[in-house]
């Protein structure tokens, strides 16, 4: 008689492995216009939230952003059509112009329409569009509140402030659900202007009170104490924390970018990792907190991370061979799928299955990791309000 297996424990994943994931596919759609490119990176990032996101309340904000990616990519086409520069091609409609003095040249109001403008606008909303989109599926995958616990020492002070701006956009989801069902129960309309109208300023006000409330309770905890380093040791880790950003930041977009000089692609990209250590080294030495329960990093963490990298890796690939990454508007073509950047997009849908199923609200005490249901729910600020 065989014996039974064991169910797979239920954990939530390190949230910097999310991160690293999303912001490998961030760079795939900064470094492309290609709309089958960028529609197969939003289909992966939309495949793994629906897959392993938790049913925790701030894990259900994902259709928010798509919802600002949308408005997003009809404010990006209707700037143009209004005050665009105008190039020829094959005009749809014509609307009134007006002449402008001649310091304004390469700017109109009004003007020719044309099929060429409109693709390129769409091409560059869709992108930031995407961009968004993965922004907060990292944001959905994994809770604000435990990427601060795992940052390091030198970073908490930033990550203090940053937590309390990304716990917004969940916040407002969590706040329009709530006012929205409130409208509800009172027989009043939840869909269409009257319903925009009426519930637009109490999800703002509730979302910022409550994340002003964030900000007080976590400053009530000690949150973002400088500790005992002295006035010299903090700026030195900040400065070289700042040097270290901006170094990765150019060195990330020479490797991204074949027609940036070999000085400025891995030189720098290994000098800002260089100034980043540095400085995680020195804010170290004035580490005056404990974690309870700290997240674990492993196989699965690491897997994710690599998925996220691999994505960069295939549209790095396509960009020395040439492919299709920014397809011609001028003139008009059909985009071709770029095969190297389309199978790493695809390699970072396997978190969908690499990374272990969240716990939930109801986890059984008898699950070995059920010990992150708690942190599902959030912090105790979340439950009391």
């Not at 969590?174 to 925009?196: C, H, M, N, Y």
């Not at 903090?234 to 000089?261: C, E, K, M, N, Q």
């Amino acid at each position: 008689m065989s014996a039974a297996r064991l169910p797979r424990p239920r954990r939530l994943l390190h949230p910097a492995a999310w991160w690293l994931w999303a912001i490998g596919l961030v760079v795939v759609a900064l470094r492309t216009t290609n709309p089958w490119l960028l529609g197969l990176v939003l289909a992966v990032a939309a495949f793994v939230v629906v897959s392993r996101r938790s049913d925790a309340p701030w894990a259900m904000s994902f259709a928010g952003y798509l919802k600002i990616g949308v408005v997003v990519i009809v404010i990006r086409m209707i700037f143009p059509i209004l005050f665009g520069n105008r190039l020829p091609g094959t005009t749809l409609f014509t609307l009134p112009s007006v002449e402008l003095p001649s310091w304004a040249a390469g700017v109109s109001i009004g003007g020719p329409v044309t099929v060429e403008l409109l693709v390129g606008a769409f091409y560059q909303g869709f992108r930031l569009a995407v961009v968004i989109a993965c922004v907060g599926a990292a944001n959905t995958l994994c809770s604000p509140y435990r990427m601060l616990r795992a940052l390091p020492d030198a970073l908490y002070e930033a990550g203090v402030a940053v937590t309390v701006a990304l716990t917004f956009a969940p916040q407002l989801a969590i706040t329009s659900r709530r006012v929205r069902e409130a409208r509800r129960l009172r027989g009043r309309p939840t869909s269409g202007p009257s319903a925009w109208r009426g519930s637009m300023l109490p999800v703002l006000e509730g979302a910022l009170e409550r994340a002003v409330a964030l900000a007080a309770s976590m400053d009530s905890r000690g949150y973002g104490r400088h500790g005992q380093a002295s006035p010299a040791v903090r700026r030195g880790a900040a400065a070289l924390t700042l040097g270290g950003l901006v170094l990765v930041a150019l060195g990330t977009y020479g490797v991204l970018d074949p027609g940036v000089p070999f000085v400025l692609r891995a030189p720098v990209l290994v000098a800002g990792g260089m100034a980043l250590a540095a400085a995680l080294a020195i804010g170290s030495r004035r580490r005056d907190r404990t974690r309870y329960r700290p997240d674990p990093w492993l196989v699965a963490e690491w897997l994710v991370s690599l998925c996220g990298v691999a994505a960069v890796v295939g549209v790095v690939v396509s960009g020395r061979l040439g492919d299709a990454l920014d397809p011609s508007v001028y003139p008009l073509e059909l985009p071709a799928v770029p095969v190297a950047a389309a199978v790493g997009v695809l390699v970072a849908a396997l978190p969908a299955w690499l990374a272990p199923e969240p716990p939930t609200l109801a986890s059984p005490a008898t699950t070995p990791s059920s010990a992150d249901a708690a942190d599902v729910a959030g912090p105790p600020l979340e439950v009391a309000a």
